[in-house]
Protein backbone atom coordinates (compact mmCIF):
# COMPACT_ATOMS: atom_id res chain seq x y z
CA UNK A 1 0.00 0.00 0.00
CA UNK A 2 1.25 3.53 -0.73
CA UNK A 3 2.56 4.84 2.36
CA UNK A 4 1.92 8.82 0.96
CA UNK A 5 -0.51 9.85 -1.40
CA UNK A 6 -0.81 13.27 -3.25
CA UNK A 7 -3.91 13.25 -5.03
CA UNK A 8 -3.42 16.24 -7.03
CA UNK A 9 -1.07 15.83 -9.91
CA UNK A 10 -1.04 19.77 -10.83
CA UNK A 11 -2.04 22.89 -9.18
CA UNK A 12 -2.71 26.64 -10.45
CA UNK A 13 -2.84 29.39 -8.14
CA UNK A 14 -3.16 32.86 -8.40
CA UNK A 15 -0.24 35.39 -6.88
CA UNK A 16 -0.90 36.38 -3.17
CA UNK A 17 -3.79 34.12 -3.16
CA UNK A 18 -3.09 30.97 -0.45
CA UNK A 19 -3.34 27.42 -1.66
CA UNK A 20 -3.35 24.18 0.14
CA UNK A 21 -1.92 21.41 -1.54
CA UNK A 22 -2.78 17.41 0.09
CA UNK A 23 -1.13 14.50 1.62
CA UNK A 24 -2.74 11.95 3.29
CA UNK A 25 -0.46 8.96 4.92
CA UNK A 26 -0.21 5.34 6.00
CA UNK A 27 1.44 3.82 8.91
CA UNK A 28 0.90 1.37 11.85
CA UNK A 29 3.42 3.41 14.14
CA UNK A 30 2.78 5.82 16.65
CA UNK A 31 5.89 7.65 16.03
CA UNK A 32 6.16 9.47 12.94
CA UNK A 33 7.27 12.85 11.44
CA UNK A 34 5.74 14.39 7.92
CA UNK A 35 7.86 16.56 5.73
CA UNK A 36 7.20 18.77 2.94
CA UNK A 37 9.76 19.34 0.47
CA UNK A 38 9.41 21.75 -2.68
CA UNK A 39 11.50 20.42 -6.08
CA UNK A 40 12.51 23.45 -8.12
CA UNK A 41 13.64 22.93 -11.69
CA UNK A 42 16.78 22.63 -11.09
CA UNK A 43 16.12 19.33 -9.32
CA UNK A 44 17.27 19.88 -5.52
CA UNK A 45 14.71 18.86 -2.72
CA UNK A 46 14.53 21.73 -0.47
CA UNK A 47 13.13 21.20 3.48
CA UNK A 48 9.93 23.54 3.95
CA UNK A 49 8.47 21.87 7.26
CA UNK A 50 8.04 19.35 9.54
CA UNK A 51 4.80 18.11 11.61
CA UNK A 52 5.64 15.18 14.54
CA UNK A 53 3.47 12.73 15.37
CA UNK A 54 2.94 13.88 18.60
CA UNK A 55 3.35 17.62 18.22
CA UNK A 56 -0.63 18.92 19.34
CA UNK A 57 0.16 22.66 17.48
CA UNK A 58 -0.11 22.23 13.47
CA UNK A 59 3.60 23.84 12.58
CA UNK A 60 3.93 26.90 10.69
CA UNK A 61 7.18 28.07 9.21
CA UNK A 62 6.88 31.32 7.45
CA UNK A 63 4.44 31.21 4.73
CA UNK A 64 4.14 27.68 5.38
CA UNK A 65 1.73 26.10 7.50
CA UNK A 66 1.29 22.25 8.13
CA UNK A 67 -2.63 21.25 8.88
CA UNK A 68 -2.28 18.24 10.53
CA UNK A 69 -5.08 15.82 11.45
CA UNK A 70 -4.04 12.71 12.91
CA UNK A 71 -7.68 11.09 12.69
CA UNK A 72 -7.71 11.32 9.12
CA UNK A 73 -4.23 10.60 8.60
CA UNK A 74 -3.59 13.96 6.55
CA UNK A 75 -0.69 16.55 6.90
CA UNK A 76 -1.92 19.27 3.88
CA UNK A 77 0.49 21.88 3.39
CA UNK A 78 -0.53 25.59 3.32
CA UNK A 79 1.07 28.51 1.15
CA UNK A 80 0.00 31.88 2.34
CA UNK A 81 0.30 34.82 -0.35
CA UNK A 82 1.72 32.91 -3.21
CA UNK A 83 4.72 34.18 -4.56
CA UNK A 84 5.47 33.78 -8.47
CA UNK A 85 9.02 31.77 -7.27
CA UNK A 86 6.69 29.19 -5.48
CA UNK A 87 6.21 27.41 -8.90
CA UNK A 88 7.96 24.25 -8.38
CA UNK A 89 6.76 20.32 -7.31
CA UNK A 90 5.81 19.73 -3.74
CA UNK A 91 6.90 16.13 -2.43
CA UNK A 92 5.08 15.31 1.23
CA UNK A 93 6.87 12.63 3.29
CA UNK A 94 6.90 10.68 6.06
CA UNK A 95 9.66 9.07 7.97
CA UNK A 96 8.55 6.16 10.75
CA UNK A 97 10.52 6.76 13.60
CA UNK A 98 10.00 3.43 15.11
CA UNK A 99 10.84 1.19 12.12
CA UNK A 100 13.49 3.35 10.27
CA UNK A 101 14.45 6.69 11.79
CA UNK A 102 16.42 7.07 8.42
CA UNK A 103 14.26 6.61 5.34
CA UNK A 104 11.90 8.60 4.11
CA UNK A 105 8.76 7.40 1.88
CA UNK A 106 7.86 10.10 -0.27
CA UNK A 107 4.30 10.62 -2.45
CA UNK A 108 4.29 11.54 -5.85
CA UNK A 109 4.04 15.17 -5.45
CA UNK A 110 2.08 18.14 -6.90
CA UNK A 111 2.97 20.32 -9.33
CA UNK A 112 2.12 23.94 -8.46
CA UNK A 113 1.90 26.96 -10.93
CA UNK A 114 1.31 30.68 -9.42
CA UNK A 115 0.05 32.88 -12.06
CA UNK A 116 0.99 36.29 -11.83
CA UNK B 1 30.42 24.99 3.10
CA UNK B 2 28.31 24.90 -0.20
CA UNK B 3 26.04 21.90 0.43
CA UNK B 4 25.55 18.84 -1.01
CA UNK B 5 27.82 18.65 -4.35
CA UNK B 6 26.64 15.53 -7.02
CA UNK B 7 28.42 14.92 -10.30
CA UNK B 8 27.70 14.64 -13.24
CA UNK B 9 24.69 17.02 -13.37
CA UNK B 10 23.70 14.80 -16.27
CA UNK B 11 24.74 11.81 -17.97
CA UNK B 12 23.66 9.94 -21.06
CA UNK B 13 24.62 6.71 -21.81
CA UNK B 14 24.05 3.80 -24.07
CA UNK B 15 22.41 0.65 -22.78
CA UNK B 16 24.48 -1.65 -21.92
CA UNK B 17 27.36 0.69 -20.36
CA UNK B 18 28.41 1.35 -16.70
CA UNK B 19 27.93 4.76 -15.20
CA UNK B 20 29.47 6.30 -12.03
CA UNK B 21 27.96 8.67 -9.90
CA UNK B 22 29.61 11.07 -6.97
CA UNK B 23 28.31 12.37 -3.85
CA UNK B 24 29.88 14.67 -1.69
CA UNK B 25 28.03 15.36 1.01
CA UNK B 26 28.04 18.16 3.42
CA UNK B 27 31.36 17.56 5.73
CA UNK B 28 30.40 17.30 9.20
CA UNK B 29 27.25 15.05 8.34
CA UNK B 30 27.99 11.01 8.87
CA UNK B 31 25.00 9.38 6.98
CA UNK B 32 24.45 9.84 3.17
CA UNK B 33 21.90 8.50 1.41
CA UNK B 34 20.99 7.72 -2.37
CA UNK B 35 17.85 7.55 -3.84
CA UNK B 36 16.05 7.53 -6.83
CA UNK B 37 13.27 9.49 -8.59
CA UNK B 38 11.69 8.57 -11.98
CA UNK B 39 9.70 10.80 -13.88
CA UNK B 40 6.35 11.82 -12.30
CA UNK B 41 7.28 10.46 -8.92
CA UNK B 42 9.07 11.48 -5.73
CA UNK B 43 12.26 9.77 -4.91
CA UNK B 44 12.52 6.07 -3.50
CA UNK B 45 15.09 5.24 -0.69
CA UNK B 46 18.56 3.06 -2.42
CA UNK B 47 20.30 2.98 0.17
CA UNK B 48 22.54 4.46 3.20
CA UNK B 49 25.85 4.83 4.91
CA UNK B 50 26.48 5.69 8.61
CA UNK B 51 30.20 6.76 7.99
CA UNK B 52 31.61 3.93 5.94
CA UNK B 53 29.19 1.25 6.89
CA UNK B 54 26.47 0.36 4.09
CA UNK B 55 23.66 0.12 6.85
CA UNK B 56 21.04 -0.31 4.39
CA UNK B 57 20.35 -1.48 0.91
CA UNK B 58 16.60 -1.23 -0.64
CA UNK B 59 15.30 -4.14 -3.27
CA UNK B 60 15.26 -1.62 -5.49
CA UNK B 61 19.12 -1.58 -5.87
CA UNK B 62 19.61 -4.59 -7.91
CA UNK B 63 23.11 -6.58 -7.92
CA UNK B 64 23.88 -4.51 -10.92
CA UNK B 65 23.74 -1.16 -8.52
CA UNK B 66 26.80 -1.31 -6.33
CA UNK B 67 27.45 2.00 -3.47
CA UNK B 68 30.54 2.56 -1.74
CA UNK B 69 31.47 5.63 0.98
CA UNK B 70 35.28 4.27 1.26
CA UNK B 71 36.24 6.81 3.78
CA UNK B 72 33.52 7.83 5.19
CA UNK B 73 33.43 11.27 2.79
CA UNK B 74 32.73 11.37 -0.71
CA UNK B 75 30.68 8.42 -1.67
CA UNK B 76 29.51 7.00 -5.53
CA UNK B 77 26.97 5.23 -6.74
CA UNK B 78 27.90 2.58 -9.68
CA UNK B 79 25.45 1.01 -11.82
CA UNK B 80 26.36 -1.77 -14.17
CA UNK B 81 24.87 -2.42 -17.97
CA UNK B 82 22.84 -0.07 -17.80
CA UNK B 83 19.01 -0.66 -19.24
CA UNK B 84 16.70 1.83 -20.57
CA UNK B 85 14.97 1.84 -17.28
CA UNK B 86 17.59 3.19 -15.38
CA UNK B 87 16.73 6.19 -16.68
CA UNK B 88 15.82 8.48 -13.60
CA UNK B 89 17.53 11.57 -11.25
CA UNK B 90 19.44 9.81 -8.02
CA UNK B 91 19.45 12.27 -5.79
CA UNK B 92 22.05 11.96 -2.71
CA UNK B 93 21.17 13.40 0.46
CA UNK B 94 23.36 13.99 3.90
CA UNK B 95 22.37 14.27 7.41
CA UNK B 96 23.87 14.28 10.92
CA UNK B 97 23.67 11.56 13.03
CA UNK B 98 21.60 12.74 16.39
CA UNK B 99 20.27 15.63 14.81
CA UNK B 100 16.94 15.11 16.28
CA UNK B 101 14.20 13.49 14.80
CA UNK B 102 12.41 17.19 13.24
CA UNK B 103 15.40 17.01 10.53
CA UNK B 104 15.33 16.75 6.97
CA UNK B 105 17.92 15.84 5.11
CA UNK B 106 20.29 18.07 3.00
CA UNK B 107 19.58 16.94 -0.90
CA UNK B 108 22.29 17.43 -3.88
CA UNK B 109 20.58 18.87 -7.25
CA UNK B 110 20.98 15.28 -8.60
CA UNK B 111 22.36 13.00 -11.32
CA UNK B 112 20.52 13.01 -14.11
CA UNK B 113 20.85 9.54 -16.24
CA UNK B 114 19.24 8.77 -19.69
CA UNK B 115 19.96 5.78 -21.03
CA UNK B 116 19.43 5.21 -24.73
Known amino acids: AQKITQTQPGMFVQEKEAVTLDCTYDTSDQSYGLFWYKQPSSGEMIFLIY??????QNATEGRYSLNFQKARKSANLVISASQLGDSAMYFCAMREVNYNFNKFYFGSGTKLNVKP | DTGVSQNPRHKITKRGQNVTFRCDPI?????LYWYRQTLGQGPEFLTY????????KSRLLSDRFSAERPKGSFSTLEIQRTEQGDSAMYLCASSLQGAGANYGYTFGSGTRLTVV
Open chain 2, 27 to 31: SEHNR
Open chain 1, 51 to 56: QGSYDE
Open chain 2, 49 to 56: FQNEAQLE
